[in-house]
């Protein structure tokens, strides 16, 4: 039997978790297909940055690959649900919504085969949204009026700008200096860049608001994959599922781990039930902003996520 | 062994007069095809390449350094430091020297810095006596001093393939520059001493001092401009590169140095520079792009990794195949060539990329001045009107120079690392 | 023929030309950027910090880069490596140029044919950049086709000429 290479391009270093995330993908299909199926993982952007990654994979230039969820929206703006504010209730509410088969998921994973012709496999968890404030907490949507905000996507823009605040997109590497020399008051990111950027150094203050969520996909080229034998197809979607549940367990895990060891380092808070219930009224004009102007699939996204 | 025949089809299109990016990208293209991978993946890495705002600084690095050019700012700055340190024996090596390095604190480029500071510094020296050769080499390795002491341009690209940190690379650079610098005006002056025939010059009177340094004050003030705002975080490195040029203009315009001719000129060249640079750069990125699907860079650094085990010694490897390509490749193809070849290996030595970032422009610094194939040993040539063989010889003294101090840098990490992360 | 060649020259030159003011205007670009994130001038202008500079640049960045490439090639400044073949005049020097350009052809066509493929594609999808402009991708990535189907024509212009004998004394 003739092997099959799957070539897969990735943004971040092996060591990185989405790297043992394909690594560990690669192991299942690898030993199942009896060899038949080769998995090369190309880490650290050597073949692709990661905006480049949903034209490559669905042009077919390489088999597979991970990029942020949000570098779909140029074809499929409603990927960007996503960071829609509040939107999912609690971590279970996520989990369902984003894994999987789910009605989210479903519409979403059309649009993207329909639009670039990469065929989604899983959805790669990479965190949480956080707020990080100097002085006070942020525990009410209050705090934010009048601040100047680091986002770092439109609809998180959106969600400032209905706060009363002013938006500033910035890269994460800039972050960093920003809050150091005040350029923005508050700042928006993932809890794990929070320790691995050292953030605490500049910020005293963490709100584990968990409002939106940062996700990778994993992607494959359709042609590609409706290239294979049948066998081979249901192997890499067995194995596309074990692995979305691994990686989804472990980074929680490492988020609730990081945010424990932040404690000694800063300030942590918690919202409660009714300080969410009063983000969620200031930020309703993100949802309905969100289905006027992200398209088709919008709508029927937003319903498929509150439908429970 | 297909790294053997890859290695060789290069060569012989390069001595085939290919220009290296059509080498580097049409080879990319044969190595796609003969593997069948899909082509589509050529043009979407030619637009991937050139969407970076870091890349941005090389243009307005090279329009900067056009418009001082043509406004003759060179000399404004040679007579300065002449005035300052001309009188004493050896004095004009020591000017030379000075000019280059501060002008490399502006200019990115060593082409620029050895043609502006050279215009001026050779028919200087030559006048009063100084051995031409010696002359010859001295302009065409204190150019080099260009690209090591910030701004640079090939670290900027450095940092672009590796994605390392810009501004950190810049600073890396700044020890190991003035400490070249240091050794060329020790040569410099010793030879003067010991072989030279040349006259000093009377020394200046302070008021004459004051007069030419006052003139070059604009100069000093946008060096400071540039290096000032990315180390205060004010602006990136892209971003102060084109600050600098808006402020060439305004002040070679209100020196009365500039005309709509001259910023013409100096437009269309730095376009010229910078489309040949980023054609070789997007060339080199298909090239990397096959290599990198053949597997090549990781079973050379798995190679490498795996039959050195002591870092000292493959940085020596390293450092000695770096020399020799560096005798036929073009600078800028060196890094672009080698670099992605390499860079996976020195993880798993544990070597600091931005400590190798410098290591390999030094080893470029030398590849400028090496014949047959050496842009400053061409400026220089063209420039002081000279055969390359003299130029070459005059460099010879100046290569070792630059090797000793790659070695040097291995024992003594701190002259590159202490300035970044102290 | 001459007349096609002058021609192509022509259209080389007047991208090239272009290319160049766009390089100029973008430092003008990022200057007011500059000026305007640093609160220099915000009491006069009042306006937020300027995200599109970043992403307007590269797009010119990208035109301008492949713009120019097909007049770099006319001026004969790309980077070769002089070692072999230095007497323009002889037979083996015309064969080694011609494999040269043979080379820029692949390259070139290459880029032409699959970019222009892309383009159409994401074209009639009507798709946009996933950035903050979310600029059309017709307009951002027709840049890679358009540049090199210059090169291209450059290139064949370049291949007659190596074989033209009555212009001897090419430079
Ligand atoms: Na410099
Ligand atoms: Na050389």
């Known amino acids: 039997k003739a092997e099959k290479i799957i070539r897969v391009t990735l943004q971040l270093p092996e060591t990185h978790s989405l790297g043992q995330n394909w690594l560990s993908f690669k192991s299942i299909v690898e030993k199942k297909s009896g060899g038949s199926l080769k998995v090369q993982l190309f880490p650290s952007a050597q073949l692709y940055k990661d905006k480049q990654v949903p034209e490559a994979v669905g042009s077919g230039a390489v088999e597979a690959g991970s990029a942020f969820l949000g570098r779909f929206a140029g074809s499929v703006p409603a990927v960007e649900v996503i960071n829609v504010p509040f939107l999912f209730d609690n971590e279970a509410a996520l989990r369902a919504a984003v894994s999987t088969g789910s009605k989210m998921r479903n519409i979403l994973d059309t649009a993207v085969l329909k639009e670039t012709g990469a065929k989604v496999l899983w959805w790669q968890a990479f965190g949480r949204n956080v707020y990080l404030n100097n002085d006070s907490p942020i525990r009410l949507p209050a705090d934010i009026k009048g601040k100047k905000v680091r986002t770092y996507g439109k609809i998180l823009g959106w969600t400032i700008e209905a706060l009363g605040g002013a938006p500033t997109l910035m890269s994460g590497s800039k972050q960093f200096l920003a809050y150091q020399q005040k350029a923005v008051d508050v700042g928006m990111t993932g809890a794990s860049a929070v320790k691995s950027r050292k953030l605490y150094e500049v910020m005293n203050h963490m709100t584990l608001s968990f409002d939106s969520a940062i996700e990778f996909v994993a992607v494959m080229n359709n042609k590609f994959f409706e290239g294979l034998s049948k066998s081979n197809q249901s192997i890499i979607l067995e194995a596309s599922k074990i692995v979305e549940k691994q990686l989804r367990d472990q980074i929680y895990a490492e988020e609730s781990a990081i945010v424990d060891e932040l404690r000694s380092k800063m300030t942590v808070t918690d919202l409660s039930e009714n300080e969410r219930a009063k983000w969620r009224a200031a930020t309703e004009g993100v949802v309905d902003r969100f289905i006027k102007e992200r398209g088709k699939n919008a709508e029927s996204v937003i319903k498929a996520v509150r439908k429970k | 062994m297909e790294t053997i025949i890859i290695l060789t089809a290069l060569i012989a299109l390069l001595i085939c007069r290919t220009p290296v990016a059509a080498a580097l990208g049409g080879l990319g293209v044969v190595l796609l095809y003969l593997k069948e991978l899909p082509l589509v993946s050529v043009p979407q890495r030619l637009y991937g390449t050139m969407d970076s705002f870091e890349l941005l600084a090389v243009p307005m690095f090279l329009l900067m350094s056009n418009i001082l050019l043509r406004a003759g700012v060179g000399k404004d700055l040679y007579s300065a430091v002449q005035s300052w340190v001309g009188h004493w024996p050896g004095g004009l090596s020591v000017a030379t020297i000075l000019s280059c390095t501060i002008f490399s604190a502006i200019s990115g480029s060593s082409v620029a810095t050895a043609a502006t500071i050279g215009t001026v510094a050779i028919p200087e020296m030559t006048k009063r006596g100084y051995d031409r050769t010696f002359v010859l080499g001295m302009l065409a390795a204190g150019g080099t001093l260009g690209i090591l002491i910030p701004p640079s341009i090939p670290l900027i690209i450095y940092g672009v393939v590796t994605e390392t940190s810009i501004p950190t690379l810049f600073l890396a650079g700044i020890g190991p520059g003035l400490f070249l610098a240091m050794l060329f005006i020790v040569y410099g002056v010793s030879y003067s001493h010991l072989y030279g025939n040349q006259r000093s010059d009377e020394k200046a009177a302070w008021r004459v001092r004051l007069r030419e340094t006052l003139k070059v004050l604009p100069l000093l003030i946008l060096a400071t401009t540039i290096i000032g705002s990315i180390y205060t975080g004010v602006a990136t490195p892209s971003e102060s590169a084109g600050l600098g040029f808006v402020l060439s203009i305004i002040i070679t315009v209100s020196m009365r140095r500039m005309d709509w001719d001259k910023i013409k000129e100096a437009t269309y060249t730095a376009m010229k520079t910078t489309v040949m640079v980023f054609l070789i750069v997007a060339g080199a990125k298909v090239f990397s792009y096959a290599i990198t699907l053949y597997l090549i860079p990781q079973s050379i650094s798995q190679f490498l990794t795996s039959n050195i085990s002591d870092p000292g010694l493959f940085m020596l490897a390293v450092g000695s195949t770096l020399l020799i390509i560096g005798f036929f490749l073009e600078a800028l193809s060196m890094l672009l060539i080698m670099v992605p070849v390499l860079f996976p290996a020195l993880e798993a030595m544990s070597i600091d990329p931005i400590w190798f970032g410098i290591f390999f422009v030094i080893l470029i610094e030398t590849a400028l001045i090496t014949p047959p194939v050496g842009l400053n040993l061409f400026i220089i040539q063209a420039v002081g009107k000279a055969k390359i063989e003299e130029v070459a010889k005059g460099a010879l003294p100046f290569v070792a120079l630059m090797l000793a101090t790659a070695v040097l840098l291995w024992f003594w990490k701190d002259l590159t690392l202490f300035i970044p992360y102290n | ?171």
Not at chain 3, 6 to 22: M, N, P, Q, V, Y
Not at chain 3, 104 to 130: C, E, I, R, Y
Not at chain 3, 135 to 157: D, E, I, R
Request: overall charge positive; some cysteine; glycine content about 6%.
């Open chain 3, 1 to 171: 023929m001459t007349g096609l060649f002058l021609t192509i020259d022509r259209i080389s030159e007047f991208f090239g030309k272009l290319s160049a003011w766009i390089y100029f205007s973008i430092g003008f670009f990022i200057t007011y950027e500059i000026i305007v994130r640093n609160d220099i001038v915000r009491q006069f202008l009042g306006t937020a910090p300027t995200i599109w500079v970043d992403e307007l640049s590269r797009v010119l960045q990208v035109w301008a880069a492949y713009l120019g490439a097909a007049y770099v090639l006319k001026e004969q400044e790309m980077v070769t490596i002089d070692v072999a073949f230095k007497n323009p005049n002889s037979l083996a020097r015309r064969l080694a140029e011609t494999v040269a350009l043979m080379f820029m052809l692949v390259f070139a066509g290459v880029s032409v044919f699959f970019g222009f493929q892309l383009w159409l594609k994401s074209t009639l999808a009507g798709h946009t950049t996933d950035s903050f402009l979310g600029l059309p991708k017709w307009f951002t990535h027709s840049s890679v086709w358009v540049g090199f189907a210059l090169l291209f024509f450059q290139s064949l212009a370049q291949v007659c000429r190596v074989w033209n004998t009555k212009k001897i004394n090419r430079t």
